[in-house]
């Protein structure tokens, strides 16, 4: 596995103007605290837009009970290596799990990411390969309409996935699958995408 980089870490010189080098933080996704509700943000370079965020951060101060609990968390240095050893462990075999079963299925995705809790995937190109009567138009329009209506489709089948126009995908017909759950969760979900897909119903 390759082991985490962070930017503050690189000599920005020649690559990029170093008041554009912002790091968000927070404590909801390294330790799935999402209720928590706390987070940092670290820009060496850019003072005006700390003090943008001073002046409206006064307005959304964490509780005491998140600050004493995050504190505690960060303070027992053996929790948190053997934390995140396991939470690595535990996220590299889901990920395995379920670029797997999208090999084995034909359904493309993103290759190469190394972080994260989800997988980006072109049902719609699995989708338009399944279904003999796909129309031929590969235009972006006709392609933004088969995605937005193939998300339409999944959902009365029960199935929540992120829909890659929500998230600034380039392209339509891409959909986030989240594969931080139980392996049985996983199982189903990723077992009706694959039985919509090839449903007549979506035809």
């Given at each position: 596995?390759?082991?985490?980089?962070?930017?503050?870490?690189?000599?920005?010189?020649?690559?990029?103007?170093?008041?554009?080098?912002?790091?968000?933080?927070?404590?909801?996704?390294?330790?799935?605290?999402?209720?928590?509700?706390?987070?940092?943000?670290?820009?060496?370079?850019?003072?005006?837009?700390?003090?943008?965020i001073r002046g409206i951060g006064q307005f959304s101060s964490i509780s005491g009970f998140?600050?004493?609990?995050?504190?505690?968390?960060?303070?027992?240095?053996?929790?948190?290596?053997?934390?995140?050893?396991?939470?690595?462990?535990?996220?590299?075999?889901?990920?395995?799990?379920v670029v797997t079963f999208l090999d084995d299925h034909g359904i493309p995705y993103a290759?190469?990411?190394?972080?994260?809790?989800?997988?980006?995937?072109?049902?719609?190109?699995?989708?338009?390969?399944?279904?003999?009567?796909?129309?031929?138009?590969?235009?972006?329009?006709?392609?933004?309409?088969?995605?937005?209506?193939?998300?339409?489709?999944?959902?009365?089948?029960?199935?929540?996935?992120?829909?890659?126009?929500?998230?600034?995908?380039?392209?339509?017909?891409?959909?986030?699958?989240?594969?931080?759950?139980?392996?049985?969760?996983?199982?189903?979900?990723?077992?009706?995408?694959?039985?919509?897909?090839?449903?007549?119903?979506?035809?």
């Open positions: 596995m390759e082991e985490f980089t962070s930017v503050l870490s690189i000599n920005p010189d020649g690559l990029i103007d170093p008041k554009l080098i912002h790091v968000l933080w927070g404590v909801s996704k390294d330790f799935g605290a999402n209720g928590v509700r706390l987070g940092v943000v670290i820009s060496q370079d850019n003072g005006d837009l700390l003090e943008s998140a600050d004493y609990l995050t504190t505690t968390i960060l303070e027992d240095e053996d929790f948190v290596d053997r934390y995140i050893k396991e939470n690595r462990e535990k996220l590299a075999a889901a990920y395995n799990y290759r190469g990411s190394n972080a994260g809790f989800f997988v980006w995937c072109d049902l719609l190109t699995a989708y338009l390969r399944i279904q003999p009567n796909s129309p031929p138009d590969d235009s972006d329009s006709a392609k933004r309409n088969r995605g937005r209506e193939l998300a339409e489709k999944l959902a009365p089948h029960r199935e929540h996935l992120g829909v890659g126009n929500d998230f600034g995908s380039e392209q339509s017909g891409w959909f986030r699958i989240t594969f931080s759950q139980h392996r049985a969760q996983l199982d189903e979900g990723l077992k009706r995408i694959v039985k919509s897909l090839r449903s007549q119903e979506l035809g």
